[in-house]
C-alpha cells in the first residue's frame, strides 16, 4: 500500500502503524471486499497496538483494546472513543492531554480526559488537513 494511499492521519504516523493498517486493510479487502467494514477492521487492529495522539497515531505501552467497544467487537460494537486509549490509566491521559495543551486537564476525570482528548485530536487533525 502506497503511503499517498493512506488516511491523512497514518501518513503523518510512524512505518509501524502505516504497516499495521496497511497490511490489516489489504487482509480485509480480500475478505470483506473495498469498503467501510475492510476498513474500520484494519483502525480496530491498528486501535490495539497504537493510539492517536494529535494529528497523527503513536505505539501504544501496552497492546489490547483500547475502550469498551473494542473489548465488545461484533459488527456494531457502538461507541468508541475515537483512537484515545480509553483503557490506559489517568496518569497516562493526563500526559497525553499536557502534551495536546488541554486546558483544565488537572481537574479533569479519566472519562473527561478521553472526551477532551478526542476533541484536541480532532482539532489537531483539521488543522493538519487545512496546513
Not at 52 to 70: F, I, T, Y
Not at 72 to 88: F, H, Q, Y
Request: charged share 35%; glycine share 10%.
Amino acid at each position: 500500500m502506497k503511503k499517498s494511499d493512506l488516511p491523512s492521519t497514518l501518513q503523518r504516523s510512524g512505518k509501524k502503524a502505516q504497516d499495521t493498517f496497511g497490511k490489516t486493510l489489504e487482509s480485509a479487502e480480500e475478505e470483506y471486499g473495498v469498503g467501510e467494514r475492510a476498513s474500520r477492521t484494519a483502525f480496530s487492529s491498528l486501535k490495539h497496538t497504537h493510539e492517536k495522539v494529535g494529528d497523527h497515531w503513536e505505539p501504544k505501552e501496552e497492546s489490547g483494546p483500547s475502550d469498551a467497544a473494542a473489548e465488545r467487537g461484533g459488527r456494531n460494537p457502538g461507541e468508541t472513543a475515537g483512537g484515545v486509549d480509553a483503557n490506559a490509566s489517568r496518569k497516562h491521559l493526563y500526559e497525553i492531554a499536557r502534551a495536546l495543551d488541554v486546558a483544565g486537564r488537572s481537574r479533569m476525570t479519566k472519562t473527561e480526559l478521553v472526551e477532551a482528548i478526542q476533541r484536541a485530536n480532532d482539532r489537531e487533525t483539521r488543522r493538519a488537513r487545512d496546513a
